[in-house]
């Protein structure tokens, strides 16, 4: 099955920095790739997703690349605020495996003022 | 956008008791639930997918017997632990598909607490 490998597990930045999370997928059959914002006690939130035919999506702050022959994406946040610290999730399915979602390890992100 | 409703939001049992959880698509019809669980400081982890009208399929480790999962319709899929036990206290979600990878709609997640 698929399995998501993340890094890193935690990440602190001060304000108005950039901030980078990084995510490999080792089913070459994934097409879907969202990213998530968990608050603690919180349901996951979407904050940007990409499909496998296109190679970056941006979304004024946030931008998610794709390298789908490294089989790696990644969460790019710029402009960091204090209302961006909370667990990031990157995710991947693909159809052959029931579209269900394998989740990466969580990045723990922190930023300071 | 489409909402999923799931209740209880906290739930605190004793042992050997057994707890269901619902979650209901609200404006949408859920043709796939995905249910998970999450420990403190961990990912969430998928214990099984659910058709409606078929029985769901679990993931490995993950005991049928004691996660009762049933959607018997478009709108409404259940989560039952059984015979619960400390070590089964988490955080339990839901999430929504109307099929395909087209997008997922989580639940509000329920916080078990097992004495």
């Known amino acids: 099955g698929e399995n998501v490998e993340q890094h890193p597990s935690t990440l602190s930045v001060q304000e108005g920095d950039s901030a980078v999370i990084k995510c490999t997928y080792s089913?070459?059959?994934?097409?879907?790739f969202p990213w998530y914002k968990q608050e603690l006690g919180k349901r996951p939130q979407l904050i940007i997703d990409?499909?496998?035919?296109?190679g970056e999506k941006k979304d004024q702050r946030i931008a998610v690349t794709l390298n789908k022959t490294a089989k790696h994406f990644s969460l790019h946040i710029t402009e960091t605020q204090p209302e961006d610290s909370a667990v990031y999730f990157c995710?991947?399915?693909?159809?052959?495996?029931?579209?269900?979602?394998?989740f990466g390890t969580g990045t723990q992100l922190k930023v300071e003022l | 956008g489409a909402v999923v409703s799931q209740h209880p939001s906290w739930v605190i049992c004793k042992s050997g008791t057994s707890v269901k959880i619902e979650c209901r698509s609200l404006?949408?019809?859920?043709?796939?639930m995905f249910w998970y669980r999450q420990f403190p400081k961990q990912s969430l982890m998928l214990m099984a997918t659910?058709?409606?009208?078929?029985?769901?399929?679990?993931e490995q480790g993950v005991e049928k017997d004691k996660f009762l999962i049933n959607h018997a319709s478009l709108t409404l899929s259940t989560l039952t632990v059984t015979s619960a036990h400390p070590e089964d206290s988490s955080f339990y979600i839901c999430?929504?598909?109307?099929?395909?990878?087209?997008?997922?709609?989580f639940g509000s997640g329920t916080r078990l607490t097992v004495v």
């Open positions: 659910s058709n409606e009208g078929s029985k769901a399929t679990y």
């Open positions: 089913d070459s059959a994934s097409n879907y």
């Open positions: 990409i499909r496998s035919n296109v």
């Open positions: 999430s929504a598909s109307t099929g395909g990878n087209s997008g997922y709609t």
């Open positions: 995710a991947a399915s693909s159809p052959g495996g029931g579209n269900k979602l394998t």
């Open positions: 404006d949408f019809q859920a043709t796939t």
